[in-house]
């Protein structure tokens, strides 16, 4: 699909010649297009983290309880 369409994605583009040519005919990808990095702010890092040990503290809890109610 993304060769019929020609379309221009992340991870494919449509190049001239003369672009190919600039670059001594070398098909690296990575002089035709670098993959945009999405950053993410630092404390909305540490929040998700946060909420992701509270829910994996609560299911540990309800693990334990489980297997102490089995008399394991």
């Known amino acids: 699909e993304l060769i019929t369409k020609r379309s221009t994605t992340e991870i494919s583009r449509l190049t001239s010649l003369n672009e190919i040519s600039a670059h001594d005919y070398n098909l690296s990808a990575s002089l035709y297009f670098r993959p945009q990095v999405k ?8 929040m998700k983290q946060k909420e992701l040990e509270e829910k994996l ?4 809890y309800a693990f334990q309880h489980k297997l102490t109610s089995l008399n394991l």
Not at 39 to 46: A, P, R, V
Not at 57 to 60: D, K, R, T
């Open 39 to 46: 950053k993410t702010d630092l404390k909305q890092l540490i």
């Open 57 to 60: 503290h609560s299911l540990q």
